[in-house]
């Protein structure tokens, strides 16, 4: 079987696609005839070298957390799943054993990590963590799910975001951002979107954000956005601190990532006269991946693939992750 490997952690050359035996499944597992995984910028960054995840001794190293497809074999005693099923993927991995994995949510399994594998022909996966899909629910549709809407759905269930509500979304374009953005709305709550491209705030807007801003720089931010009872923010760095001052009082903040910075200051004194809820947030749980699968096949959730590539063009994939040349979600197609 193909898969696309990173050979090198130095950016997109460093992407290699290369044969190898086709795994088999061993007690527990299922091996997924691959059809489509979705990329992020996670991936990326394990791609320049900038994930405490993967280095050099893990080369070379298959990434791909968001794999949807067939089932073409299982294991000994996996019965939730049988070849022929089509499924996507959940890549949370945990222990089973931690305080967190008895009682919930899964996602803060002390021992948590995730699964990558899915830029390949075949992945060899725990068939505990198939979600079977169904009919109404495309294979390619599924592999934008996982990561991107799942921490989105997290994200607004952590931030008790309901209908009515105001909510702003700090780079509002990609995969975490689009998904916060439909799943406002399939919430009922109101969305402002920043980019700094007007062309994907135009898609934006079509795609049903409220209030599409271009916003180029965290100052710019500043006034740009009136008052919102939540702000969904993947961005980090000083776009932290200039939402901080579009709260409301009361307010809350979800953060889940860093795309613009791991730094920002601000006055303490701001988060407890203004009662601010500032809350971290990391994946989502399999049942938020189930009731995302439930939202698209009821026809509340389409979500929004922007470019497809195949797995000899997975490199192009990530350059144009890198330039910022997307809109949504990006699928390689093994
Ligand atoms: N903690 C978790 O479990 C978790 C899960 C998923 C994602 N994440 C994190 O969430 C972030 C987004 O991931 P993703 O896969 O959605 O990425 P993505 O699709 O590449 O996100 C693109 C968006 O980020 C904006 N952007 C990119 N670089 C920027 C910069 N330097 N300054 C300002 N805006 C910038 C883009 O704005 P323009 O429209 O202006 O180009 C676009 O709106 C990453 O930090 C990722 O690690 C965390
Ligand atoms: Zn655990």
Redesign the pocket.
């Known amino acids: 079987m193909r898969e696309a490997a990173f050979a090198e952690l130095i950016g997109p050359p460093g992407v290699e696609i290369r044969e190898r035996p086709a795994p088999i499944p061993d007690s527990g597992e299922a091996v997924v005839d691959v059809g489509a995984c979705s990329i992020?910028?996670?991936d990326l960054?394990i791609l320049e070298g900038d994930s405490a995840m993967v280095d050099g001794d893990d080369l070379p190293f298959v990434s791909g957390l968001d794999l949807a497809g067939t089932v073409a074999e299982v294991g000994d005693g996996v019965t939730a799943v049988a070849p022929g099923d089509r499924v996507v993927l959940c890549p949370n991995e945990t222990c089973g054993t931690c305080e967190f994995c008895r009682e919930g949510p899964e996602n803060l399994c002390e021992n948590f990590s995730l699964y990558h594998g899915g830029l390949a022909e075949r992945a060899l996966v725990d068939a505990d963590r198939l979600v079977v899909l169904p009919d109404e629910v495309k294979t390619t549709t599924a592999a934008a799910l996982p990561?991107?809407y799942m921490?989105a759905w997290h994200m607004l269930r952590r931030a008790d975001v309901t209908a009515g509500d105001r909510a702003l979304v700090l780079?509002?374009?990609?995969?975490?951002?689009v998904a916060c953005v439909q799943l406002l709305d399939v919430l009922g709550a109101a969305s402002i979107g920043t980019?700094?491209?007007e062309a994907?705030l135009r898609r934006l807007s079509d795609l049903g954000c409220d209030v599409p801003v271009e916003v180029d720089s965290p100052d710019a931010l500043r006034g740009a956005v009136g008052e919102v009872d939540a702000v969904l923010n993947?961005?980090g760095g000083e776009y932290t601190r200039a939402a901080l001052d579009a709260l409301r009082r009361g307010g809350r903040m979800v953060i889940?990532?860093?795309?613009?910075g791991d730094r920002s200051s601000f006055d303490v004194a701001d988060l407890f006269l203004n009662h601010y809820r500032v809350i971290g947030?990391?994946?989502g749980t399999q049942a938020d991946l189930e009731r995302l699968v439930e939202l698209v096949a009821a026809g509340d959730l389409d979500p929004v693939v922007g470019e497809e590539y195949d797995l000899e063009d997975t490199a192009a994939a990530f350059a144009d992750?890198r330039s910022?040349d997307?809109f949504g979600k990006s699928i390689v197609h093994p």
Do not use: I, Q, Y
Not at 256 to 260: I, L, P, Q, S, V
């Open positions: 992020n910028r996670h960054w990561t991107a921490t780079g509002a374009t990609g995969g975490v951002g980019s700094t491209s994907k993947h961005l889940c990532g860093r795309t613009a947030s990391t994946m992750m910022r997307l």
